[in-house]
T-cell receptor, first 117, second 109 residues
């Protein structure tokens, strides 16, 4: 069964460093997402991406964050200058089509645990 | 706010018993999805119910949706120890999911 994959599973970085989290969505999916979950807190939406551009982003997704689909398979989240509060589990998700009919589910990857020291 | 409430926050039952979790939401939704998360791990999709559906089944899972009351419930029948996890009712607004705090289910063997 196709699945969303993410690498690395765990990333440790120093404050101020840039990190790139990688995701490979399911191959025929068109919409891509990043969510994050700070330890002990809710899963929060960061950004959605469709047709090579951001379709929606949350307040969390400030200028330090960017997303890219550099080729036909990868979908990346870059944090330019990490802060301590960026430590969280980052989940990538994909879906076959958008929120309009037909409705369908978002499939999540296993997550990347980012630790900022 | 688009967020609603999940109820209960925590639930502890014996293996074999049924578990019922509820959630409510505040504004119109496209659909509602239930996910499971084992401790510190990824989110597993369980069931999606569309706004024009009232009930859906998948194996031991049964989801209902009452749009007039803006609420949904997830029933897990004949629970197993492996069902121990956090369960989230995620409302779809537009093209994004809004997660609540979830219900922590513990199934004791």
């Amino acid at each position: 069964e196709p699945e969303v994959t993410q690498t690395p599973s765990h990333q440790v970085t120093q404050m101020g460093q840039e990190v790139i989290l990688r995701c490979v969505p399911i191959s025929n999916h068109l919409y891509f997402y990043w969510y994050r979950q700070i330890l002990g807190q809710k899963v929060e939406f960061l950004v959605s991406f469709y047709n090579n551009e951001i379709s929606e982003k949350s307040e969390i997704f400030d200028d330090q964050f960017s997303v890219e689909r550099p080729d036909g398979s990868n979908f990346t989240l870059k944090i330019r200058s990490t802060k301590l509060e960026d430590s969280a589990m980052y989940f990538c998700a994909s879906r076959e089509s958008g929120g309009a009919w037909p409705y369908n589910e978002q499939f999540f990857g296993p997550g990347t645990r980012l630790t900022v020291l | 706010s688009q967020q609603g409430e999940e109820d209960p926050q925590a639930l502890s039952i014996q293996e074999g018993e049924n578990a019922t979790m509820n959630c409510s939401y505040k504004t119109s939704i496209n659909n509602l999805q239930w996910y499971r998360q084992n401790s510190g791990r990824g989110l597993v999709h369980l069931i999606l119910i569309r706004s024009n559906e009232r009930e859906k089944h998948s194996g031991r899972l049964r989801v209902t949706l009452d749009t007039s009351k803006k609420s949904s419930s997830l029933l897990i029948t004949a629970s197993r120890a492996a069902d121990t996890a956090s369960y989230f009712c995620d409302r779809e607004y537009g093209n994004k999911l809004v997660f609540g705090a979830g219900t922590i289910l513990r199934v004791k063997s």
